[in-house]
């Protein structure tokens, strides 16, 4: 990535109020979920992220290792457990 893409994603996240982790995160979610109503998908997506912080960094973390095709699974369970209550209280 170059210093001009660094800045483009850096401005993106501040404007969607997340961190750049959580941005990476989000955009791992979106690429690997389908759905009709894409500003949903982001809606829903960005709401799970804020909920659970310390799980998004986490799987950050994982992302940035050189091994992030074998982390999948992890990042899975990591963001298994507090997203559901975020999207069932937006039921």
Do not use: K, Y
């Amino acid at each position: 990535m170059n210093a001009w893409d660094a800045s483009r994603l850096d401005a993106l996240a501040r404007a969607l109020a997340l961190s750049p982790r959580e941005l990476l995160v989000a955009a791992l979610q979106l690429a690997e979920t389908e759905g009709a109503n894409e500003d949903e998908r982001l809606r829903l997506t960005i709401t799970q992220l804020r909920a659970a912080p310390h799980a998004s960094e986490a799987v950050a973390a994982l992302l940035l290792t050189p091994i992030t095709s074998f982390a999948q699974d992890d990042i899975d369970r990591a963001l298994a457990q507090p997203w559901p209550a975020a999207s069932s209280a937006e039921d």
